[in-house]
């Protein structure tokens, strides 16, 4: 079992900033994908980003060039840097973890966008 634990979530203004971090209670390494989805309210939870072992990273086209995913192994974290912050990235942020045989999801944090 582990447990995920995100932060730095917060408000910030239009064009603002904002790190995340997804703290693990145990390694990373086993995991071939860490990712940060969202929920707005009243929509789905839908994917931010993701960074499979070896690298790969996939973001979603609405945050493409604006946000970067990134993970440190050695802390067992994993952050999501945002940039030029919109009204529209309002939303949840959760962090997940995934390995072949099971997922875990943190409980999530409240990233407002608003001037």
């Known amino acids: 079992q582990v447990q995920l634990v995100e932060s730095g979530g917060g408000l910030v203004q239009p064009g603002g900033s904002l790190r995340l971090s997804c703290a693990a209670s145990g390694s990373i390494v086993r995991f071939y994908k860490m990712g940060w989805y969202r929920q707005a309210p009243g929509k789905q939870r839908e994917l931010v980003a993701t960074e499979a072992l070896g690298g790969i990273r996939n973001y979603a086209d609405s945050v493409n060039g604006r946000f970067t995913i990134s993970r440190d192994n050695a802390k067992n974290t994993v952050y999501l840097r945002m940039n030029s912050l919109t009204p529209e990235d309002t939303a949840v942020y959760y962090c997940?973890?995934?390995?072949?045989?099971?997922?875990?999801w943190g409980q999530g944090t409240l990233v407002t966008v608003s001037s």
């Open positions: 997940n973890a995934n390995s072949f045989s099971v997922e875990y």
